[in-house]
Every structure is written in C-alpha cells, then in structure tokens.
C-alpha cells in the first residue's frame, strides 16, 4: 500500500475576531440539509438576512418559554452525579407542550475572582472546630454561584435515556459484530438529529461562537465551544472540532486516505485555539469517543486541568494514537475490535437489554 493519500489544496479560512464572524452570519436558522455526501461550498453561507432573522427571532422566543423556571414543575430526578456536581431532571411546563429535560452542573471555581470569594460578601457557618482545624459551609455572593443549565425542549425518549442513571457493560465490537449489529444502527438514523450539526456548518446558527472555520471538502472542520464550556475560564476549556465532510460517522470509517483529515485538525486546532485563548498544544487532550454521543465525525479538545465526561478507558481515543494507528496500517479501525461502555438500557443492539430481548425472541433450539 502507499502512504498517506496526497492532501489536496485547500482554501483556509483563518482565526477573525468574533465581531467579523458575528456580522457574517445570522446567529440562529433553520438550515436546509445539503444531501451530498460531503459539506457545503461557500455559496451555502449566503442566506436571506431578514427570513432568517425572523426565525431566529421566533426560535429564540420558543427556547426563553421552556427556559422560565417560575413555568416549569419536576417530574423526576433522573441522575445525580457527585464526581461533576451535576443533576439531571425531568420537568413539565404548565402552558407549553412538550417533556422538558434540564441538566444542571455547578461551575468551576473563576480564579481571577478569589478575592471576591474570600472577602466580606462570603458568609460561613460552622460546622465544627477541632484544634487548628475548622469545616464551613459557605454562602457566595450570587454572581460567583452561578449554575450551568442546558435544557432539552421538547424532549424525546432518547434524551432521557442518555441522562437517566443506568447500569453499565463493557461491550467489545468485533467488526463482526460492528457490521452485523452496529453500522445498521448508526446509518438508519435512530439516534438523535444531526439537523443542529448542519446548521453549524452551513453558517445558519451558532456563527458568532466559531473559533476557527475551515471549508475544504475533503479535510475541513469548524471548531466551537462545546455547550458544557461556559467561556468564564480556561481551567475548563473545552471544544470540539466537526468535520464538513458527512461521509465519516465513527472512528470505524477512518482509513489511511483521512490522515490529512485528522492531520488538519489536530495542527489547525490547537494553533486556533492557542491563538486565541493561548492555551498551547500540550496543555490541551485532543481525543475522539468510541461510541461517539452523535454520528457525525468529531474530534474533542479540552484543557488538561479539566476531567472532561468520557475521557475514561472505554469511551475515549487519544488523536495522535489515532492517526499514528492509521500511519500503521491503514485499515485499522475498520478490522479491530474496539472495546466500548453502554448502558444497559442504550438502544444500541450491542447494549444488554437489547441483546436479551433478542435472545428471548429467538426460537428454543430442536432437541
């Protein structure tokens, strides 16, 4: 085999100020899904400025209605997690239609803002003094208690069971068992909407939040802030880069011809965010999950000082270990077996309770 297939020449787009990205393009739209099996030229960014307004405009209004708390009653805890200080709950709005699920994770600690944590607006209560040592609880001033809150509105089973606490299986995936059971299920499209990934490309929403856009056909991404980032702090920087490409889903479509894909990436990726946060290379884990949480290739950046969900063995696959597997043999991920963690109750038909519920409807053999 030869080596890497030759990379073909690309028009970059490089770093601007948000404010240039922002006067680009509206913030929010409905985008049309481009049916190629690769991204949209540059002639899908243009849009009807006032139609796309008034549906970002109506867009905007729909999500402030299910964001109200004072409107909304909770049905159930789905999951409370003390490694990240996070909570998921079901709720129900008392006017809109609809299950609502919000997610709420606190903060990390500002450390440019510690001397308005340890001043006279921080009130502490003991709980009990022993010789040199003393425990408090302590109440913050209301701007450095913030709380992160995503909300999923109108919510579908399949929100609920990614967030719903569950019983977990290693499952290994021969590519056997990839081909029979696994690729079926990724290309019928039974997980979640990617529409929100292609209104990202297409430039129809979340434009004034791209770091840094690349649109070559082939090895193109746009890298953003990933949602669970809340931008007040680089100790938890966290990013993600999608590719324009719509023909990668999983790591399991990677061969040799996407080494200048991945290659792109991991070089344009870190410089951009460098350049910008000034958060350098090797401060910074590059990796792709395996189950990724949507069929899109994506690739994951976030800061060292940061224990990002699913950097974990069985989920996470470090980028350069990847393109240097690749550099290897170029088939490699399409013949491995790849270990991965489910839930029990994932729809997966890999996951456990999927797997009884076929083996309860196979036939008893014939004695």
Not at 220 to 234: E, I, M, N, R
Request: proline share 5%; net charge negative.
């Amino acid at each position: 085999n030869s080596a890497c297939t030759q990379e073909p020449p690309r028009k970059k787009i490089h770093l601007d100020d948000a404010s240039k990205e922002t006067s680009s393009s509206p913030s929010k739209e409905e985008a049309p899904e481009n049916n190629g099996s690769c991204g949209s030229s540059g002639s899908a960014n243009k849009f009807n400025g006032s139609t796309k307004e008034q549906e970002a405009k109506e867009n905007e209004q729909a999500t402030a209605a299910a964001a109200d708390f004072s409107q909304l009653e909770i049905v159930r805890v789905l999951s409370n997690t003390d490694a990240n200080c996070s909570v998921a709950v079901e709720a129900k709005h008392k006017t809109e239609d609809g299950r609502v699920l919000l997610h709420l994770q606190k903060s990390p600690f500002n450390v440019e803002l510690m001397s308005e944590v340890v001043s006279g607006g921080t009130r502490l209560r003991q709980l009990l003094h022993n010789d040199v040592y003393s425990k408090h609880t302590a109440a913050l001033p209301v701007h450095l208690n913030e709380v992160s809150v995503t909300i999923i509105h109108p919510a579908t089973d399949k929100h609920f069971e990614r967030y719903e606490r569950e019983l977990c299986s290693m499952v290994e995936e021969t590519s056997e068992l990839y081909a029979i059971h696994s690729k079926p299920f990724i290309d019928s499209g039974s997980s979640f909407s990617k529409q929100w990934i292609y209104n990202i490309l297409e430039g129809s929403s979340e434009a004034d939040r791209v770091i840094f856009r690349d649109d070559d056909p082939l090895t193109g991404f746009v890298l953003v802030p990933d949602l669970k980032w809340t931008g007040l702090q680089l100790t938890d920087l966290y990013c993600q880069a999608i590719v324009v490409r719509r023909d990668v889903s999983t790591i399991r479509d990677l061969n040799g011809d996407h080494l200048p894909l991945l290659r792109n990436i991991r070089d344009l990726g870190t410089k951009a965010i460098e350049e910008k946060y000034g958060v350098e290379r090797h401060r910074l884990r590059v990796y792709v999950h395996y189950l990724p949480s949507y069929y899109h290739f994506h690739v994951h950046f976030a800061a060292l000082t940061y224990d990002a969900p699913g950097t974990w063995c069985g989920r996470a696959h470090l980028l350069s270990d990847v393109i240097s597997n690749l550099e290897q043999s170029h088939v490699c991920y399409s013949r491995a077996t790849l270990s991965f963690v489910l839930k029990d109750n994932h729809p997966h038909p890999l996951a456990l309770k999927q797997q009884r519920s076929r083996d309860a409807s196979s036939p008893s053999p014939v004695v």
